[in-house]
Nanobody, 126 residues
Framework: QVQLVESGGDSVQSGGSLRLSCAPT????????LAWFRQSPGKKREGIVA????????AYADSVKGRFTISRDYGKNIMYLQMNRLKPEDTAMYYC???????????????????WGQGTQVTVSS
């Protein structure tokens, strides 16, 4: 069983930066692939970035590639999402997810993740 707690959401101006954190609790943090999804009102949840359990690979959606960076701190058991050059269209609730999927194919698919956090709100104003 893994519980995920997100933090770091805030309101920022367009072009600004934020760093989100996801702190899994429970056992086996390093055994899980982790990902960030986001959902805006009226839209489907979108997978934006995922990182391999061993940190050896990451996948980014085109919408965030080059602006967002995912990382894992195994000593602190925390995953980070550094978000730079934020745009109003990045406004959403951001969710951390964990799963033991077989890495490969589309790792940004919601159904492949088992555990979910409650979300943290990011609002970007123009």
């Amino acid at each position: 069983q893994v519980q995920l707690v997100e933090s770091g959401g805030d309101s920022v101006q367009s072009g600004g930066s934020l760093r989100l954190s996801c702190a899994p609790t429970g056992n086996g943090y390093s055994n899980y692939h982790l990902a960030w999804f986001r959902q805006s009102p009226g839209k489907k949840r979108e997978g934006i970035v995922a990182i391999h359990s061993g940190g050896i690979d990451a996948a980014y959606a085109d919408s965030v590639k080059g602006r967002f960076t995912i990382s894992r701190d195994y000593g602190k058991n925390i995953m980070y999402l550094q978000m730079n050059r934020l745009k109003p269209e990045d406004t959403a609730m951001y969710y951390c997810a964990a799963g033991q999927l077989t890495w490969g194919g589309n790792v940004l698919t919601e159904a492949r993740y088992t555990y979910w956090g409650q979300g943290t709100q990011v609002t970007v104003s123009s």
